[in-house]
């Protein structure tokens, strides 16, 4: 039985996050979405465990993460992830990144193609612009600031036309004026505003294996869209999990576990 770690590591004059889920395994790197944090991976962690070991990172502005200079672009967040995993020694590594976090990892895995062993996405496409994606920013600038308690919060939230806020509890910390959340909506406005574009090139400028999960009931990734990345792109496997939306490692757990599983082992990878 392994016991997570949380920790921070001074990484390109950061303070960042992160917590290592600990064991012997083969170290699998995991990149939260927008508005997400490290922890959010703790039953994934459990269900690869013990064969691999999940180091998760709190990305720059979420978590316990130092937000830097206000820099939320690409090029910022893949040379954090690169910086973090060389300090670390990661590399070459599993990386997986849902949502944001996977656009992360194969932006990644094209520019520092020596630490990136094999690349799982969920969720993260290759193009996030309207009319193809119809609603690329959610809109958190009215959301509370602080509530009086969790309860409140999340019926806050929920108020604003979230149907369940559990994704965005998982950031959520009491504070001596009440319940908030860790994150700063300015912030992830920016974050959100800046994803936006074509990142095509960056998903096919890697060659190592990739495995795709898209859940056929989001709202986020199309279904054209993720057939056509797995399609354009050599050496790679698509996944689609029926009944899931975009958070498909909650929707369904044990069906995500078991397409990594499956995917690393065809590929070799231990």
């Not at 194969?106 to 496409?125: M, T, W």
């Not at 190592?208 to 057939?227: D, F, N, Y």
């Not at 792109?233 to 490692?249: A, D, F, I, K, Q």
Request: hydrophobic fraction near 40%.
């Amino acid at each position: 039985m392994t016991t997570a770690l949380e920790t921070r590591t001074r990484v390109r004059g950061l303070d960042l996050a992160w917590i290592d889920f600990g064991g012997d395994g083969t170290p699998v790197l995991a990149l939260h979405g927008h508005f997400g944090r490290a922890r959010q991976f703790a039953r994934l962690a459990a269900d690869l465990a013990p064969e691999y070991r999940l180091i998760a990172l709190d990305q720059r502005g979420h978590g316990h993460s130092d937000r830097g200079d206000g820099d939320f672009g690409q090029d910022a967040s893949v040379a954090d992830a690169a910086a973090f995993v060389r300090t670390l020694g990661l590399g070459p590594s599993i990386v997986y990144g849902h949502s944001m976090g996977g656009v992360t990892a194969f932006h990644l895995a094209a520019r520092h193609p020596d630490l990136v062993r094999a690349l799982i996405v969920e969720e993260g496409g290759a193009l996030n612009r309207r009319p193809e994606i119809p609603h690329p920013v959610l809109d958190v600038r009215d959301w509370p600031h602080r509530t009086p308690t969790l309860a409140e919060l999340r019926r806050q939230i929920e108020a604003r036309g979230i149907p369940d806020a559990s994704y965005f509890l998982e950031s959520a910390v009491e504070h001596a004026d009440g319940w908030g959340l860790l994150f700063d909506y300015t912030d992830m406005m920016r974050s959100q505003e800046v994803l936006i574009g074509d990142w095509w090139p960056q998903w096919l400028g890697s060659t190592c294996p990739a495995l795709l999960v898209h859940g056929l009931a989001s709202a986020i990734l199309p279904t054209s869209m993720a057939r056509d990345m797995a399609n354009r792109r050599p050496n790679t496997v698509l996944r689609e999990l029926p009944g899931c939306g975009h958070w498909v490692h909650s929707d369904d757990p044990a069906g995500f576990t078991q397409v990594v599983r499956e995917f690393l082992a065809e590929a070799g990878i231990p």
